[in-house]
């Protein structure tokens, strides 16, 4: 479904797609984001989808702590929501010890009113354990709600929900 090719075409189309990226951003270059599937994704809402799968995608729990907001909560397709700092970031780095990850997103839809938006991704990740075994592929799409704090976009809510249950990667 979100098949990348890597060509120069392709990472050219990435760069103007991604402008988080496209700047002085530790994740230039990145391959991992599809353009968004429309033209009406708001590119702000895009670029900040993009900043937060790709910081995910380096597993830093500190940076990733960085794109959420303080009254966040957070739901994940097994388990309860989680709405605590220091949960989510036990549970960062316990996920970052185990596997690493890689990940490939699109935004599909976002919607912006004032200093809230939603966004609505798809994701497919592979976690490869790091002790070894067969890599897991966990296709699956988020419903984000993004607030505005300074400037700058927080991840507020996000409900992510699998497409199917995990398939071995060969």
Excluded at 28 to 48: K, L, M, N, R, S
Excluded at 87 to 106: C, D, F, K, P, S
Excluded at 129 to 134: F, L, W, Y
Excluded at 137 to 151: A, E, N, Q, V
Aim: aromatic share 6%.
């Amino acid at each position: 479904m979100m098949r990348l090719r890597r060509t120069t075409a392709g990472l050219i189309a990435l760069a103007a797609a991604c402008p988080a990226f496209a700047q002085a951003d530790p994740h230039a270059g990145h391959t991992q984001h599809a353009p968004a599937a429309t033209p009406a994704v708001d590119p702000d809402i895009d670029a900040f989808v993009c900043t937060y799968f790709g910081t995910v995608e380096k597993g830093d729990p500190a940076e990733i702590l960085a794109t959420i907001d303080q009254d966040f909560v957070m739901k994940r397709p097994t388990g309860a929501p989680i709405t605590d700092r220091a949960q989510l970031q036990q549970a960062l780095e316990a996920l970052r010890g185990r596997v690493q990850q890689t990940i490939r997103w699109q935004t599909l839809e976002t919607h912006v009113h004032g200093d809230w938006a939603w966004a609505r991704v798809a994701e497919t990740s592979v976690h490869k354990p790091r002790a070894g075994g067969t890599p897991r592929t966990f296709d699956g799409s988020h419903l984000m709600i993004l607030r505005k704090d300074g400037g700058r976009w927080l991840l507020h809510r996000d409900y992510g929900a699998l497409n199917a249950g995990p398939a071995a990667t060969r």
